[in-house]
């Protein structure tokens, strides 16, 4: 079975411009979630799906990200404009319990 | 969530048991104990979690202490692909999917 995928693994963007990261979760996965751990600093929680609705998005940093999950089947984090502390790695994770069980491998986001 | 500590660091001889303790005296009836952990750069993964009973998985054995203000995780018998950061988290399982990573204990094994 197919874990947690994401896309991209890697993504260097200039300042300004927009970056969306996907998210796979698990098949049959209902809950869907965010977290990212940006330069040196913890694991951050960042929101929550449980199928197409925002469950919790209580750490979502600022009106700039953007997270969507359409069907409740994989979801979008649409970084819009992008800054230079939004770097760092952006882990989705899926289960059917809470709190999560399977991480993906991260997309590594570095903003010039 | 009740706060936890966990040592920095911790070395573990490649085959013998790798015993992890984690600290959570203000720990509520109600709350969780789950462990994590990192390797390298790689997503975080999921171990093994308790409310007041032992618990043992294919992965590892949770000990939580009677009054459980402290849980210790055991890795019976450490390779050098256990060496990761190892988080311990409190948290009430019926909440929403935060989790509040704290920096964890670093686990290397050495061979």
């Known amino acids: 079975e197919a874990g947690v995928t994401q896309f991209p693994s890697h993504s260097v963007i200039e300042k300004g411009q927009t970056v969306t990261l996907r998210c796979d979760p698990i098949s049959g996965h209902d809950n869907l979630y965010w977290y990212r751990r940006v330069m040196g600093k913890e694991i951050k929680f960042l929101l929550h799906?449980?199928?197409?609705?925002?469950?919790?998005e209580s750490g979502m940093p600022n009106n700039r990200f953007l997270a969507e999950r359409t069907g409740g089947t994989y979801s979008t984090l649409k970084v819009q404009p992008a800054e230079l502390e939004d770097s760092g790695v952006y882990f989705c994770?899926?289960?059917?319990?809470?709190?999560?069980?399977?991480f993906g491998p991260g997309t590594r986001l570095t903003v010039l | 969530d009740a706060k936890t500590t966990q040592p920095p660091s911790m070395d573990c001889a490649e085959g013998r048991a790798a015993n992890l303790p984690c600290n959570h005296s203000t720990i509520s009836g109600n709350e969780y104990v789950y462990w994590y952990r990192q390797i390298h750069s790689q997503g975080p993964q999921y171990i093994i979690h308790?409310?007041?009973n032992n618990e043992t998985n294919e992965m590892a054995s949770l000990i939580i202490t009677e009054d459980r203000k402290s849980s210790t995780l055991i890795l019976p018998h450490a390779t050098l692909r256990d060496t990761a950061v190892y988080y311990c988290?409190?948290?009430?399982?019926?909440?929403?999917?935060?989790?509040?990573f704290g920096q964890g204990t670093t686990l290397q094994v050495k061979p």
């Open positions: 799906f449980v199928k197409e609705s925002k469950q919790d």
């Open positions: 988290i409190v948290r009430v399982s019926s909440n929403t999917g935060k989790l509040i």
């Open positions: 308790g409310l007041k």
């Open positions: 994770a899926s289960s059917q319990e809470r709190p999560p069980r399977f």
